[in-house]
């Protein structure tokens, strides 16, 4: 049996912007992987982003496959974009189980280098819009007898590259999902955090090409990572497989952070 049959997930972020790898015609990230993915499992799914365009591509995917998807535009930011979001998904499919954030914002840099704007623009997106999401997904995932959470993160959470802002908001997304998911664990749901390395999707390669030649020395694993690899941390997350499974961290990144 699939392993989200008969749930209702809200994938935010779930587009995807940049050129697709040779071989595929869909830009893949690890959003737009999540969404069809946790689709091929058997959620209905509501795919959120900023752009509307990019959220109607993943859900034609979707539907192409023979799954259920609506779409929404929203910027995590936007406290009213939020409370929408979620309204959107309970009109289209009658109920919310599981959240999944997987947005994020990289401006700025060392500390002397981050302008106050910067920093607050990275808080904004990066930690008080997962806030944002999860204040207002909780209520309807706990009227729908729970569910699960996962907040996407990174490794930078762990490991620093001067990115001060992204870092930060990166790490304190961390103690949000515990927080979170000991406040809610009676309602039956689980929160957790995915904390992805170096991972090929569509974005990288638009922001800074193609990589792998450069970074894959510096990976255990010889290789950076797919939003595929992502997308399947995220739902074994959301299943029941991970049904003793909260307030914790899950790390995708082929070894880099165990060196």
């Known amino acids: 049996m699939a392993r989200l049959a008969g749930k209702v997930a809200l994938i935010v972020g779930g587009g995807a912007d940049g050129p697709p790898r040779e071989g595929e015609k869909l830009s893949i990230g690890n959003g737009r992987a999540t969404a069809i993915m946790c689709a091929r499992e058997g959620a209905s799914v509501m795919v959120a982003d900023r752009s509307l365009a990019l959220a109607e591509e993943t859900a034609r995917a979707i539907r192409d496959e023979g799954g259920r998807a609506e779409t929404v535009e929203m910027d995590i930011s936007r406290e009213e974009d939020c409370r929408r979001a979620v309204e959107a998904t309970i009109k289209a499919f009658g109920a919310l189980h599981l959240l999944v954030n997987n947005v994020g914002i990289a401006i700025g840099g060392r500390l002397l280098e981050t302008s106050a704007e910067q920093f607050d623009r990275m808080v904004a997106v990066n930690l008080r819009g997962h806030f944002l999401a ?19 993160s990174s490794l930078a959470a ?45 974005m990288v390669r638009r922001q800074v090409g193609d990589r792998e030649a450069a970074v894959a020395p ?22 029941d497989e991970a049904s003793y499974i909260t307030a914790t961290e899950l790390v995708v990144d082929g070894g880099l952070s165990a060196r």
């Not at 999860?134 to 996407?152: C, D, F, H, L, T």
């Open 218 to 239: 510096r990976i255990p694993m010889r290789r950076q990572g797919t939003p595929w690899e992502v997308a399947s941390a995220i739902v074994f997350l959301l299943s």
């Open 158 to 202: 762990l490991r620093s590259n001067q990115m001060l802002p992204y870092e930060a908001t990166k790490a304190a997304l961390l103690g949000l999902s515990r927080s979170a998911a000991i406040s809610h664990a009676r309602d039956n749901i689980r929160v957790n955090t995915v904390l992805p390395g170096l991972i090929n999707s569509s």
């Open 134 to 152: 999860m204040k207002y997904a909780v209520p309807e995932i706990a009227k729908a007898g729970g569910g699960s959470i996962v907040n996407v």
